[in-house]
C-alpha cells in the first residue's frame, strides 16, 4: 500500500480507528466510554515461525499487501484483536498497523522470539537474562508503542510449561515484567500493559497466576506486577460443555483476579473440523463477569492443523476453510452489542500481597526476590534504545484486496477490501460484509457474513454460501467527502 502525503497537506488528519484502551482491574476499560472490552482476537503469525525471517526482511506485519487481504478477512469474520508472536523491531510495520487499525483491530505483541537470543532459556533463565536480550525487548516495545491499538506486550509466552521449570524460572518472567514496565514508564506516552501468556498446565497454572498477579511488599503499584494474565487453553474439544470442558474449574480459579485474565489461544482441533462452541460461554453468562474473551489459534494453516485460511505462498492467494465459517456463525450468535456495552466495574478485587504461601505446588518457586537487572541494562532503561524504531499511523491509499480469495468450496471472492471505520471505532461482526463470491460465471449477494439468508435462515447448500455482500462501493474519495474525516 502507498503512503498518501498528498491528504494530509490539504488539512486532513489521520484518525484513529480504535481508542487505546486502559486497565482497570479486572478489565480492559475503553476510557472515553468507560466501557469494559472483550477481546474477539485471531492469532496470527503466516507462515509459522518461518514467517519470521530477519535475514530476508520478513516478519508478520511487514507485508501491506498480505496484511490487507488478512485484515479485510478478519474483519468480515468479526475479530477486534490479532495476536502476533514473532516480530523484527528493525522493520517497518507502519502500514499493517495502520491497516490493521483502520479496520477496528487491537495488537497483542510478543516481545520474543524463537531465535537464539531473543528469549529466555526456561530451564536455565540466568544464562539468557541480559542487556543484549532486553534491548532487543525494547526496540519491539519503540516500534509498536506509537500505535493506537496496540493493546499490550506479551514478556512471555508458556515458559512455565511443567513443573520442573517452574522451579527456577518464575522471577525472571516477573524481572523481565519488571524491566518491559519501567522502559514503558520512561518512553511511552501510555502506560501500555505487559503481562504473561501461560501454559494451560493445571499443576502449575493457578501458581503462576498468584506469581505475577501479586503485589510485592502489598504494593499494587510494584512494577514487576503483572498487568493482564492469559492463557493457552485447549480443554474444549469438539461439541463439549462448559463443564466437560473444565471451563467451569477456570471461572472458579480466576473469578476474584486483580487484573484482567483472558485466552490467549484456544480452539482444540479434535475433532476436526471445529465446530467453535466454546464460543457461546466465553461470550455469555457463564464467563463474562471473569474472563475477557479469547484469542482463536490460529489464521493460517500450518503443519499442526490450527488454519482458519489456507495460504499459497506462490501466489499469495488464500481459501477459507470450514474453520473460518464456523467460527464466523459462531460469532454471529453472539449479542456483541451487548457485551461490548457494559460498563465497566466500579470496584476491583485487590492484588493479594505476594507470600510463600500464596503459591500451592511446593515445586513452584516461592521466592519474590527478583534477579537485579543485568549490566548495561539500566542504561538502556534510562536512555533508551539506540537507534529506536519509531512507528507511526500512516493514510493508507487503496483499501482493495490484490491477491485471489476463495471460500470453503472454491468461489472466488472479488472486490474484496477493508472497510476502514470512523474514528474510535472498533469492529464487530457485520462491519465489513467485503465483497462478492462468484461461482460459475455468477455473482450472488442475497445473504449475509454469516452465511445466512436475509430471512435469517441459514443456508443448507454445503460450502456455497455467499457470505459476502458487498464491496467499498463508494470510491474512497468520495467516502471521505460524506464522512467528512480521512480515512487512515
Not at 508472536?85 to 520474543?112: Q, R, T, W
Not at 462452541?277 to 475477557?292: C, K, L, N
Not at 460469532?331 to 478485587?349: E, G, I, L, P
Request: with cysteine; charged share 20%.
Amino acid at each position: 500500500m502507498l503512503v498518501q502525503p498528498a491528504l494530509v497537506a490539504f488539512g486532513a488528519t489521520l484518525a484513529a480507528a480504535v481508542q487505546p484502551l486502559e486497565v482497570k482491574g479486572n478489565q480492559f476499560v475503553n476510557p472515553s466510554t468507560g466501557n469494559a472490552f472483550k477481546v474477539v482476537g485471531v492469532a496470527y503469525q503466516p507462515g509459522g515461525s518461518a514467517g519470521y525471517d530477519p535475514s530476508h526482511g520478513r516478519d508478520p506485519l511487514s507485508d501491506s499487501e498480505v496484511c490487507m487481504r488478512d485484515a479485510a478477512l478478519m474483519q468480515s469474520l468479526g475479530a477486534n484483536t490479532i495476536r502476533v508472536y514473532n516480530l523484527d523491531p528493525n522493520l517497518n510495520h507502519d502500514e499493517c498497523a495502520s491497516i490493521f487499525n483502520a479496520a477496528g483491530m487491537y495488537m497483542l505483541i510478543d516481545v520474543n522470539s524463537p531465535l537464539p537470543g531473543e528469549a529466555l532459556v526456561n530451564f536455565e533463565p540466568w544464562t539468557s537474562y541480559y542487556a543484549a536480550y532486553l534491548n532487543r525487548t525494547f526496540a519491539v516495545v519503540e516500534g509498536f508503542k506509537n500505535y493506537p491499538n496496540t493493546l499490550a506486550f506479551f514478556s512471555g509466552n508458556e515458559v512455565i510449561s511443567d513443573e520442573k521449570v517452574a522451579a527456577q524460572v518464575p522471577p525472571y518472567v516477573r524481572a523481565v515484567t519488571r524491566d518491559l514496565k519501567n522502559y514503558i514508564k520512561n518512553h511511552s506516552k501510555r502506560q501500555i500493559p505487559v503481562g504473561y501468556s501461560a501454559a494451560d498446565v493445571r499443576v502449575v497454572l493457578e501458581d503462576s497466576w498468584n506469581y505475577f498477579q501479586c503485589a510485592i511488599d502489598g504494593k499494587e503499584d510494584d512494577m514487576s506486577r503483572a498487568d493482564i494474565f492469559a492463557l493457552n487453553s485447549y480443554s474444549w474439544c469438539g461439541d463439549s460443555s462448559f463443564k466437560e470442558a473444565s471451563y467451569d474449574q477456570l471461572v472458579t480459579m480466576f473469578q476474584k483476579s486483580s487484573i484482567p485474565v483472558f485466552f490467549s489461544e484456544f480452539g482444540c482441533n479434535t475433532p476436526s473440523p471445529r465446530i467453535f462452541t466454546e464460543i457461546q460461554s466465553i461470550y455469555g453468562p457463564d464467563m463474562t463477569g471473569t474472563f475477557a474473551g479469547g484469542v482463536v489459534y490460529e489464521y493460517t494453516q500450518e503443519d499442526n492443523d490450527f488454519g482458519l485460511a489456507e495460504i499459497n505462498t506462490d501466489d499469495q492467494s488464500i481459501k477459507l476453510r470450514d474453520d473460518f465459517r464456523a467460527l464466523q456463525k459462531q460469532y454471529a450468535k453472539v449479542d456483541f452489542s451487548s457485551v461490548q456495552n457494559v460498563k465497566a466495574a466500579s470496584t476491583s478485587n485487590p492484588a493479594p500481597e505476594c507470600k510463600a504461601s500464596l503459591i500451592k505446588n511446593e515445586g513452584f518457586n516461592s521466592n519474590f526476590t527478583l534477579p537485579v537487572l543485568p549490566p548495561g541494562a539500566q542504561e538502556i532503561i534510562d536512555g533508551g534504545v539506540s537507534p529506536a524504531p519509531v512507528g507511526k499511523i500512516v493514510d493508507i491509499s487503496d483499501w482493495k484486496v490484490s491477491s485471489q480469495v476463495k471460500d470453503v468450496d472454491g468461489s472466488v471472492i472479488s472486490d474484496l477490501a477493508v472497510k476502514p471505520l470512523e474514528d474510535d471505532a472498533v469492529n464487530t461482526p457485520g462491519s465489513n460484509t467485503g465483497g462478492s463470491v462468484t461461482s460459475a460465471g455468477s455473482t450472488s449477494g442475497a445473504e449475509t457474513s454469516d452465511g445466512t439468508t436475509d430471512d435469517g435462515q441459514e443456508d443448507g447448500a454445503e460450502g456455497a454460501a455467499v457470505r459476502f455482500t458487498n464491496s467499498l462501493a463508494i470510491p474512497v474519495v468520495a467516502a471521505l467527502a460524506i464522512a467528512g474525516i480521512q480515512l487512515i
